[in-house]
């Protein structure tokens, strides 16, 4: 009875602590009025440009492996992709829109939809569906979006294009979404194992990651690209936004460095780490990494044909013209994140009337709108023009949000619940006792 009695007196007292503390949990939840939130990544990007085939596009086409994309945006909306062959948006979109003008130009409609591009995991949000999975042995895909978040993620192992090259591991990851400081956007790329023309290039791995943040008042950025283990022709090299550069110098670095410049050359390849665009504006901040960046012109084929003989020559050149310029981009990544606060206006209790007085003693007519389903009145004599009838109107007071219990009172709650459970202890004592020592031994038997 005493160890109940104990407990009751206890929980009375700080019942109403607790409830206090876990309104703090709640306040801390992101509430903005408006935001929003993107990312996007590739492992590996091939991009390239043509101008003898006329297609007014730049660039003319492009290949993504291992892609992945986000978009939250208020509303709600939200978007999500994984896949881990990507040719862009456009492309992925031709069958339906073929369909669409096929429809519109006959006048009939196809008996059964053109599918898109399937090679995908796409998740939408409120129309659904809110996940999407699909994958293989090692080959995944995966989406999900709701109204708070949005998630992509893409990964597969090994992959090559005869004479260009191959690539071990390759993934990416997207998402949008919140947490404790704002919205956030984030992506990570990966890619390892590169070999490039036969083996004249290699790289260890090359990683991007990249984050922008908005806690509705600033925006913010951070990440980066690294990239382990570049060699090239056998030799050791740093690669930057100036290019290429021999990592270890010595006494011959000279010698070494016009060794790689000369094998860059002989393939008409140049190389350089792209450096990081950024945008900050209040609120909304923005990020993109272009990753290690890898041009081959398709000119540097020219002496080779010009040495074969005439004839076949002349069958090449009639069926392809070398105009073009490959771009291969390892590890690109970009985020994006912007978001306003709620904004509480003071507003009175009471709404004033609107109106001024039109001058002498004429009855002023209110304005009720009676075409609008409103009323027609007349205002006091000598009083001016209202709308509604001189009526005030009433608005209820902004609520202001709960923002949570700062840190220094929970220490102080903390303290205080220390320093009081022994005289709490007492007193729920002396209460026991009180109700023992009222009792008659008497009256009991």
């Not at 956007?185 to 791995?205: C, H, K, N």
């Not at 002496?303 to 390892?330: C, H, N, V, Y």
Request: proline share 7%; hydrophobic share 45%; with cysteine.
């Amino acid at each position: 009875m005493r160890k109940l009695l104990r407990i009751a007196v206890v929980t009375v007292v700080w019942v109403p602590v607790v409830g206090v503390i876990g309104g703090l949990a709640r306040g801390g939840a992101a509430d903005f009025s408006g935001f929003e939130i993107g990312s996007k990544a590739t492992a590996a990007l091939f991009t390239f440009d043509s101008p003898s085939l006329g297609i007014p596009a730049k660039p003319t086409g492009e290949l993504n492996f291992a892609f992945s994309e986000t978009t939250l945006r208020s509303g709600p909306s939200g978007y999500g992709l994984g896949s881990v062959v990507w040719p862009g948006q456009v492309a992925a979109a031709v069958p339906a829109f073929v369909q669409s003008e096929m429809e519109s130009q006959s006048g009939q409609d196809f008996p059964t939809d053109i599918p898109n591009y399937p090679v995908r995991a796409e998740s939408f949000h409120p129309q659904g569906p809110p996940t999407a999975s699909t994958g293989a042995g090692t080959v995944h895909m995966r989406s999900s979006a709701n109204e708070t978040a949005a998630e992509g993620v893409a990964y597969l192992n090994s992959f090559g294009f005869p004479a260009i090259g191959s690539m071990g591991n390759q993934s990416s990851m997207s998402s949008s979404g919140f947490d404790p400081q704002g919205a956030v956007a984030m992506a990570e790329s990966s890619v390892s194992d590169i070999s490039l023309l036969t083996g004249v290039i290699t790289f260890d791995s090359v990683v991007t990651r990249a984050a922008a943040r908005s806690d509705g008042e600033k925006g913010t950025v951070a990440g980066t690209t690294t990239i382990t283990g570049a060699e090239v022709a056998g030799n050791a090299v740093v690669i930057d936004a100036t290019g290429v550069h021999v990592a270890d110098q010595g006494l011959d670095t000279a010698v070494v460095q016009q060794s790689v410049n000369q094998a860059l050359n002989q393939f008409g390849v140049s190389m350089e780490l792209s450096a990081p665009v950024d945008t900050i504006e209040g609120a909304r901040a923005s990020r993109a990494l272009g990753g290690l960046l890898i041009r081959i012109r398709t000119s540097t084929i020219e002496p080779l044909i010009a040495a074969l003989p005439a004839e076949l020559q002349s069958q090449i050149r009639g069926q392809i013209t070398f105009d073009q310029d490959i771009t291969l981009q390892f590890a690109p990544a970009a985020v994006a994140a912007g978001a306003a606060k709620n904004i509480e206006f003071p507003m009175p209790t009471l709404l004033p009337n609107v109106g001024g007085t039109t001058g002498g003693s004429t009855p002023g007519t209110a304005v009720g709108g009676s075409d609008a389903g409103g009323s027609v009145g007349t205002a006091p004599s000598g009083g001016g023009t209202s709308i509604g009838g001189g009526t005030p109107i009433a608005v209820a007071p902004v609520v202001k949000v709960f923002e949570g219990v700062p840190l220094w009172l929970v220490f102080l709650l903390m303290l205080i619940a220390l320093v009081s459970s022994r005289p709490l202890t007492a007193f729920a004592d002396r209460i026991f006792a009180a109700r023992v020592a009222g009792r008659c031994p008497l009256e009991e038997n």
